[in-house]
C-alpha cells in the first residue's frame, strides 16, 4: 500500500517508514515485512510522472515536497473486498511517525 503526502508546513520534516494497525486479521503486515519513505524525484513533479526516489527508512522532507510512505500488506480479501471496506475505513490504519520542528508526531491514516 502506498500513500502520497505533501510537505505544505513552513518546517522541514523528517518521516519514518509507516507502521500497520489492522482491523481485520485477513489484512496484517506482509511477512517479511517491509516499509520505506520516499521523496519524490528532483526533477519535478515525481508524484505525477511516478517518479521516486530510494526507498529508505527515513527522509527529509523540506516544503513543498511530496513524499510517498510504503508499506507491505498481506490480506486474503478480493480486490473488491479490499475496496469497500476502503470506502468505509475499515481496513486499518497506517501509522506515520513525523518529527516536525523537534516534536515526534504520528500522523494516522485510516484506510
Known amino acids: ?30 511477512y517479511p515485512e517491509w516499509s520505506c519513505v520516499q521523496l519524490e524525484s528532483q526533477y519535478g513533479p515525481g508524484y505525477q510522472l511516478d517518479d521516486w526516489g530510494a526507498e529508505q527508512k527515513e527522509i527529509i522532507v523540506r516544503p513543498p515536497k511530496t513524499f510517498r510512505a510504503s508499506i507491505g500488506l498481506d490480506w486474503s480479501l478480493s480486490d473488491e473486498d479490499f475496496r469497500r471496506r476502503r470506502l468505509r475505513q475499515q481496513v486499518g490504519t497506517l501509522v506515520l511517525p513525523l518529527n516536525v520542528a523537534g516534536q515526534h508526531v504520528r500522523r494516522r491514516i485510516d484506510l
Open 1 to 30: 500500500m502506498r500513500v502520497v503526502l505533501r510537505n505544505d508546513s513552513k518546517e522541514i520534516v523528517i518521516a519514518q517508514a509507516p507502521r500497520w494497525e489492522g482491523l481485520y486479521p485477513t489484512v496484517s503486515r506482509s
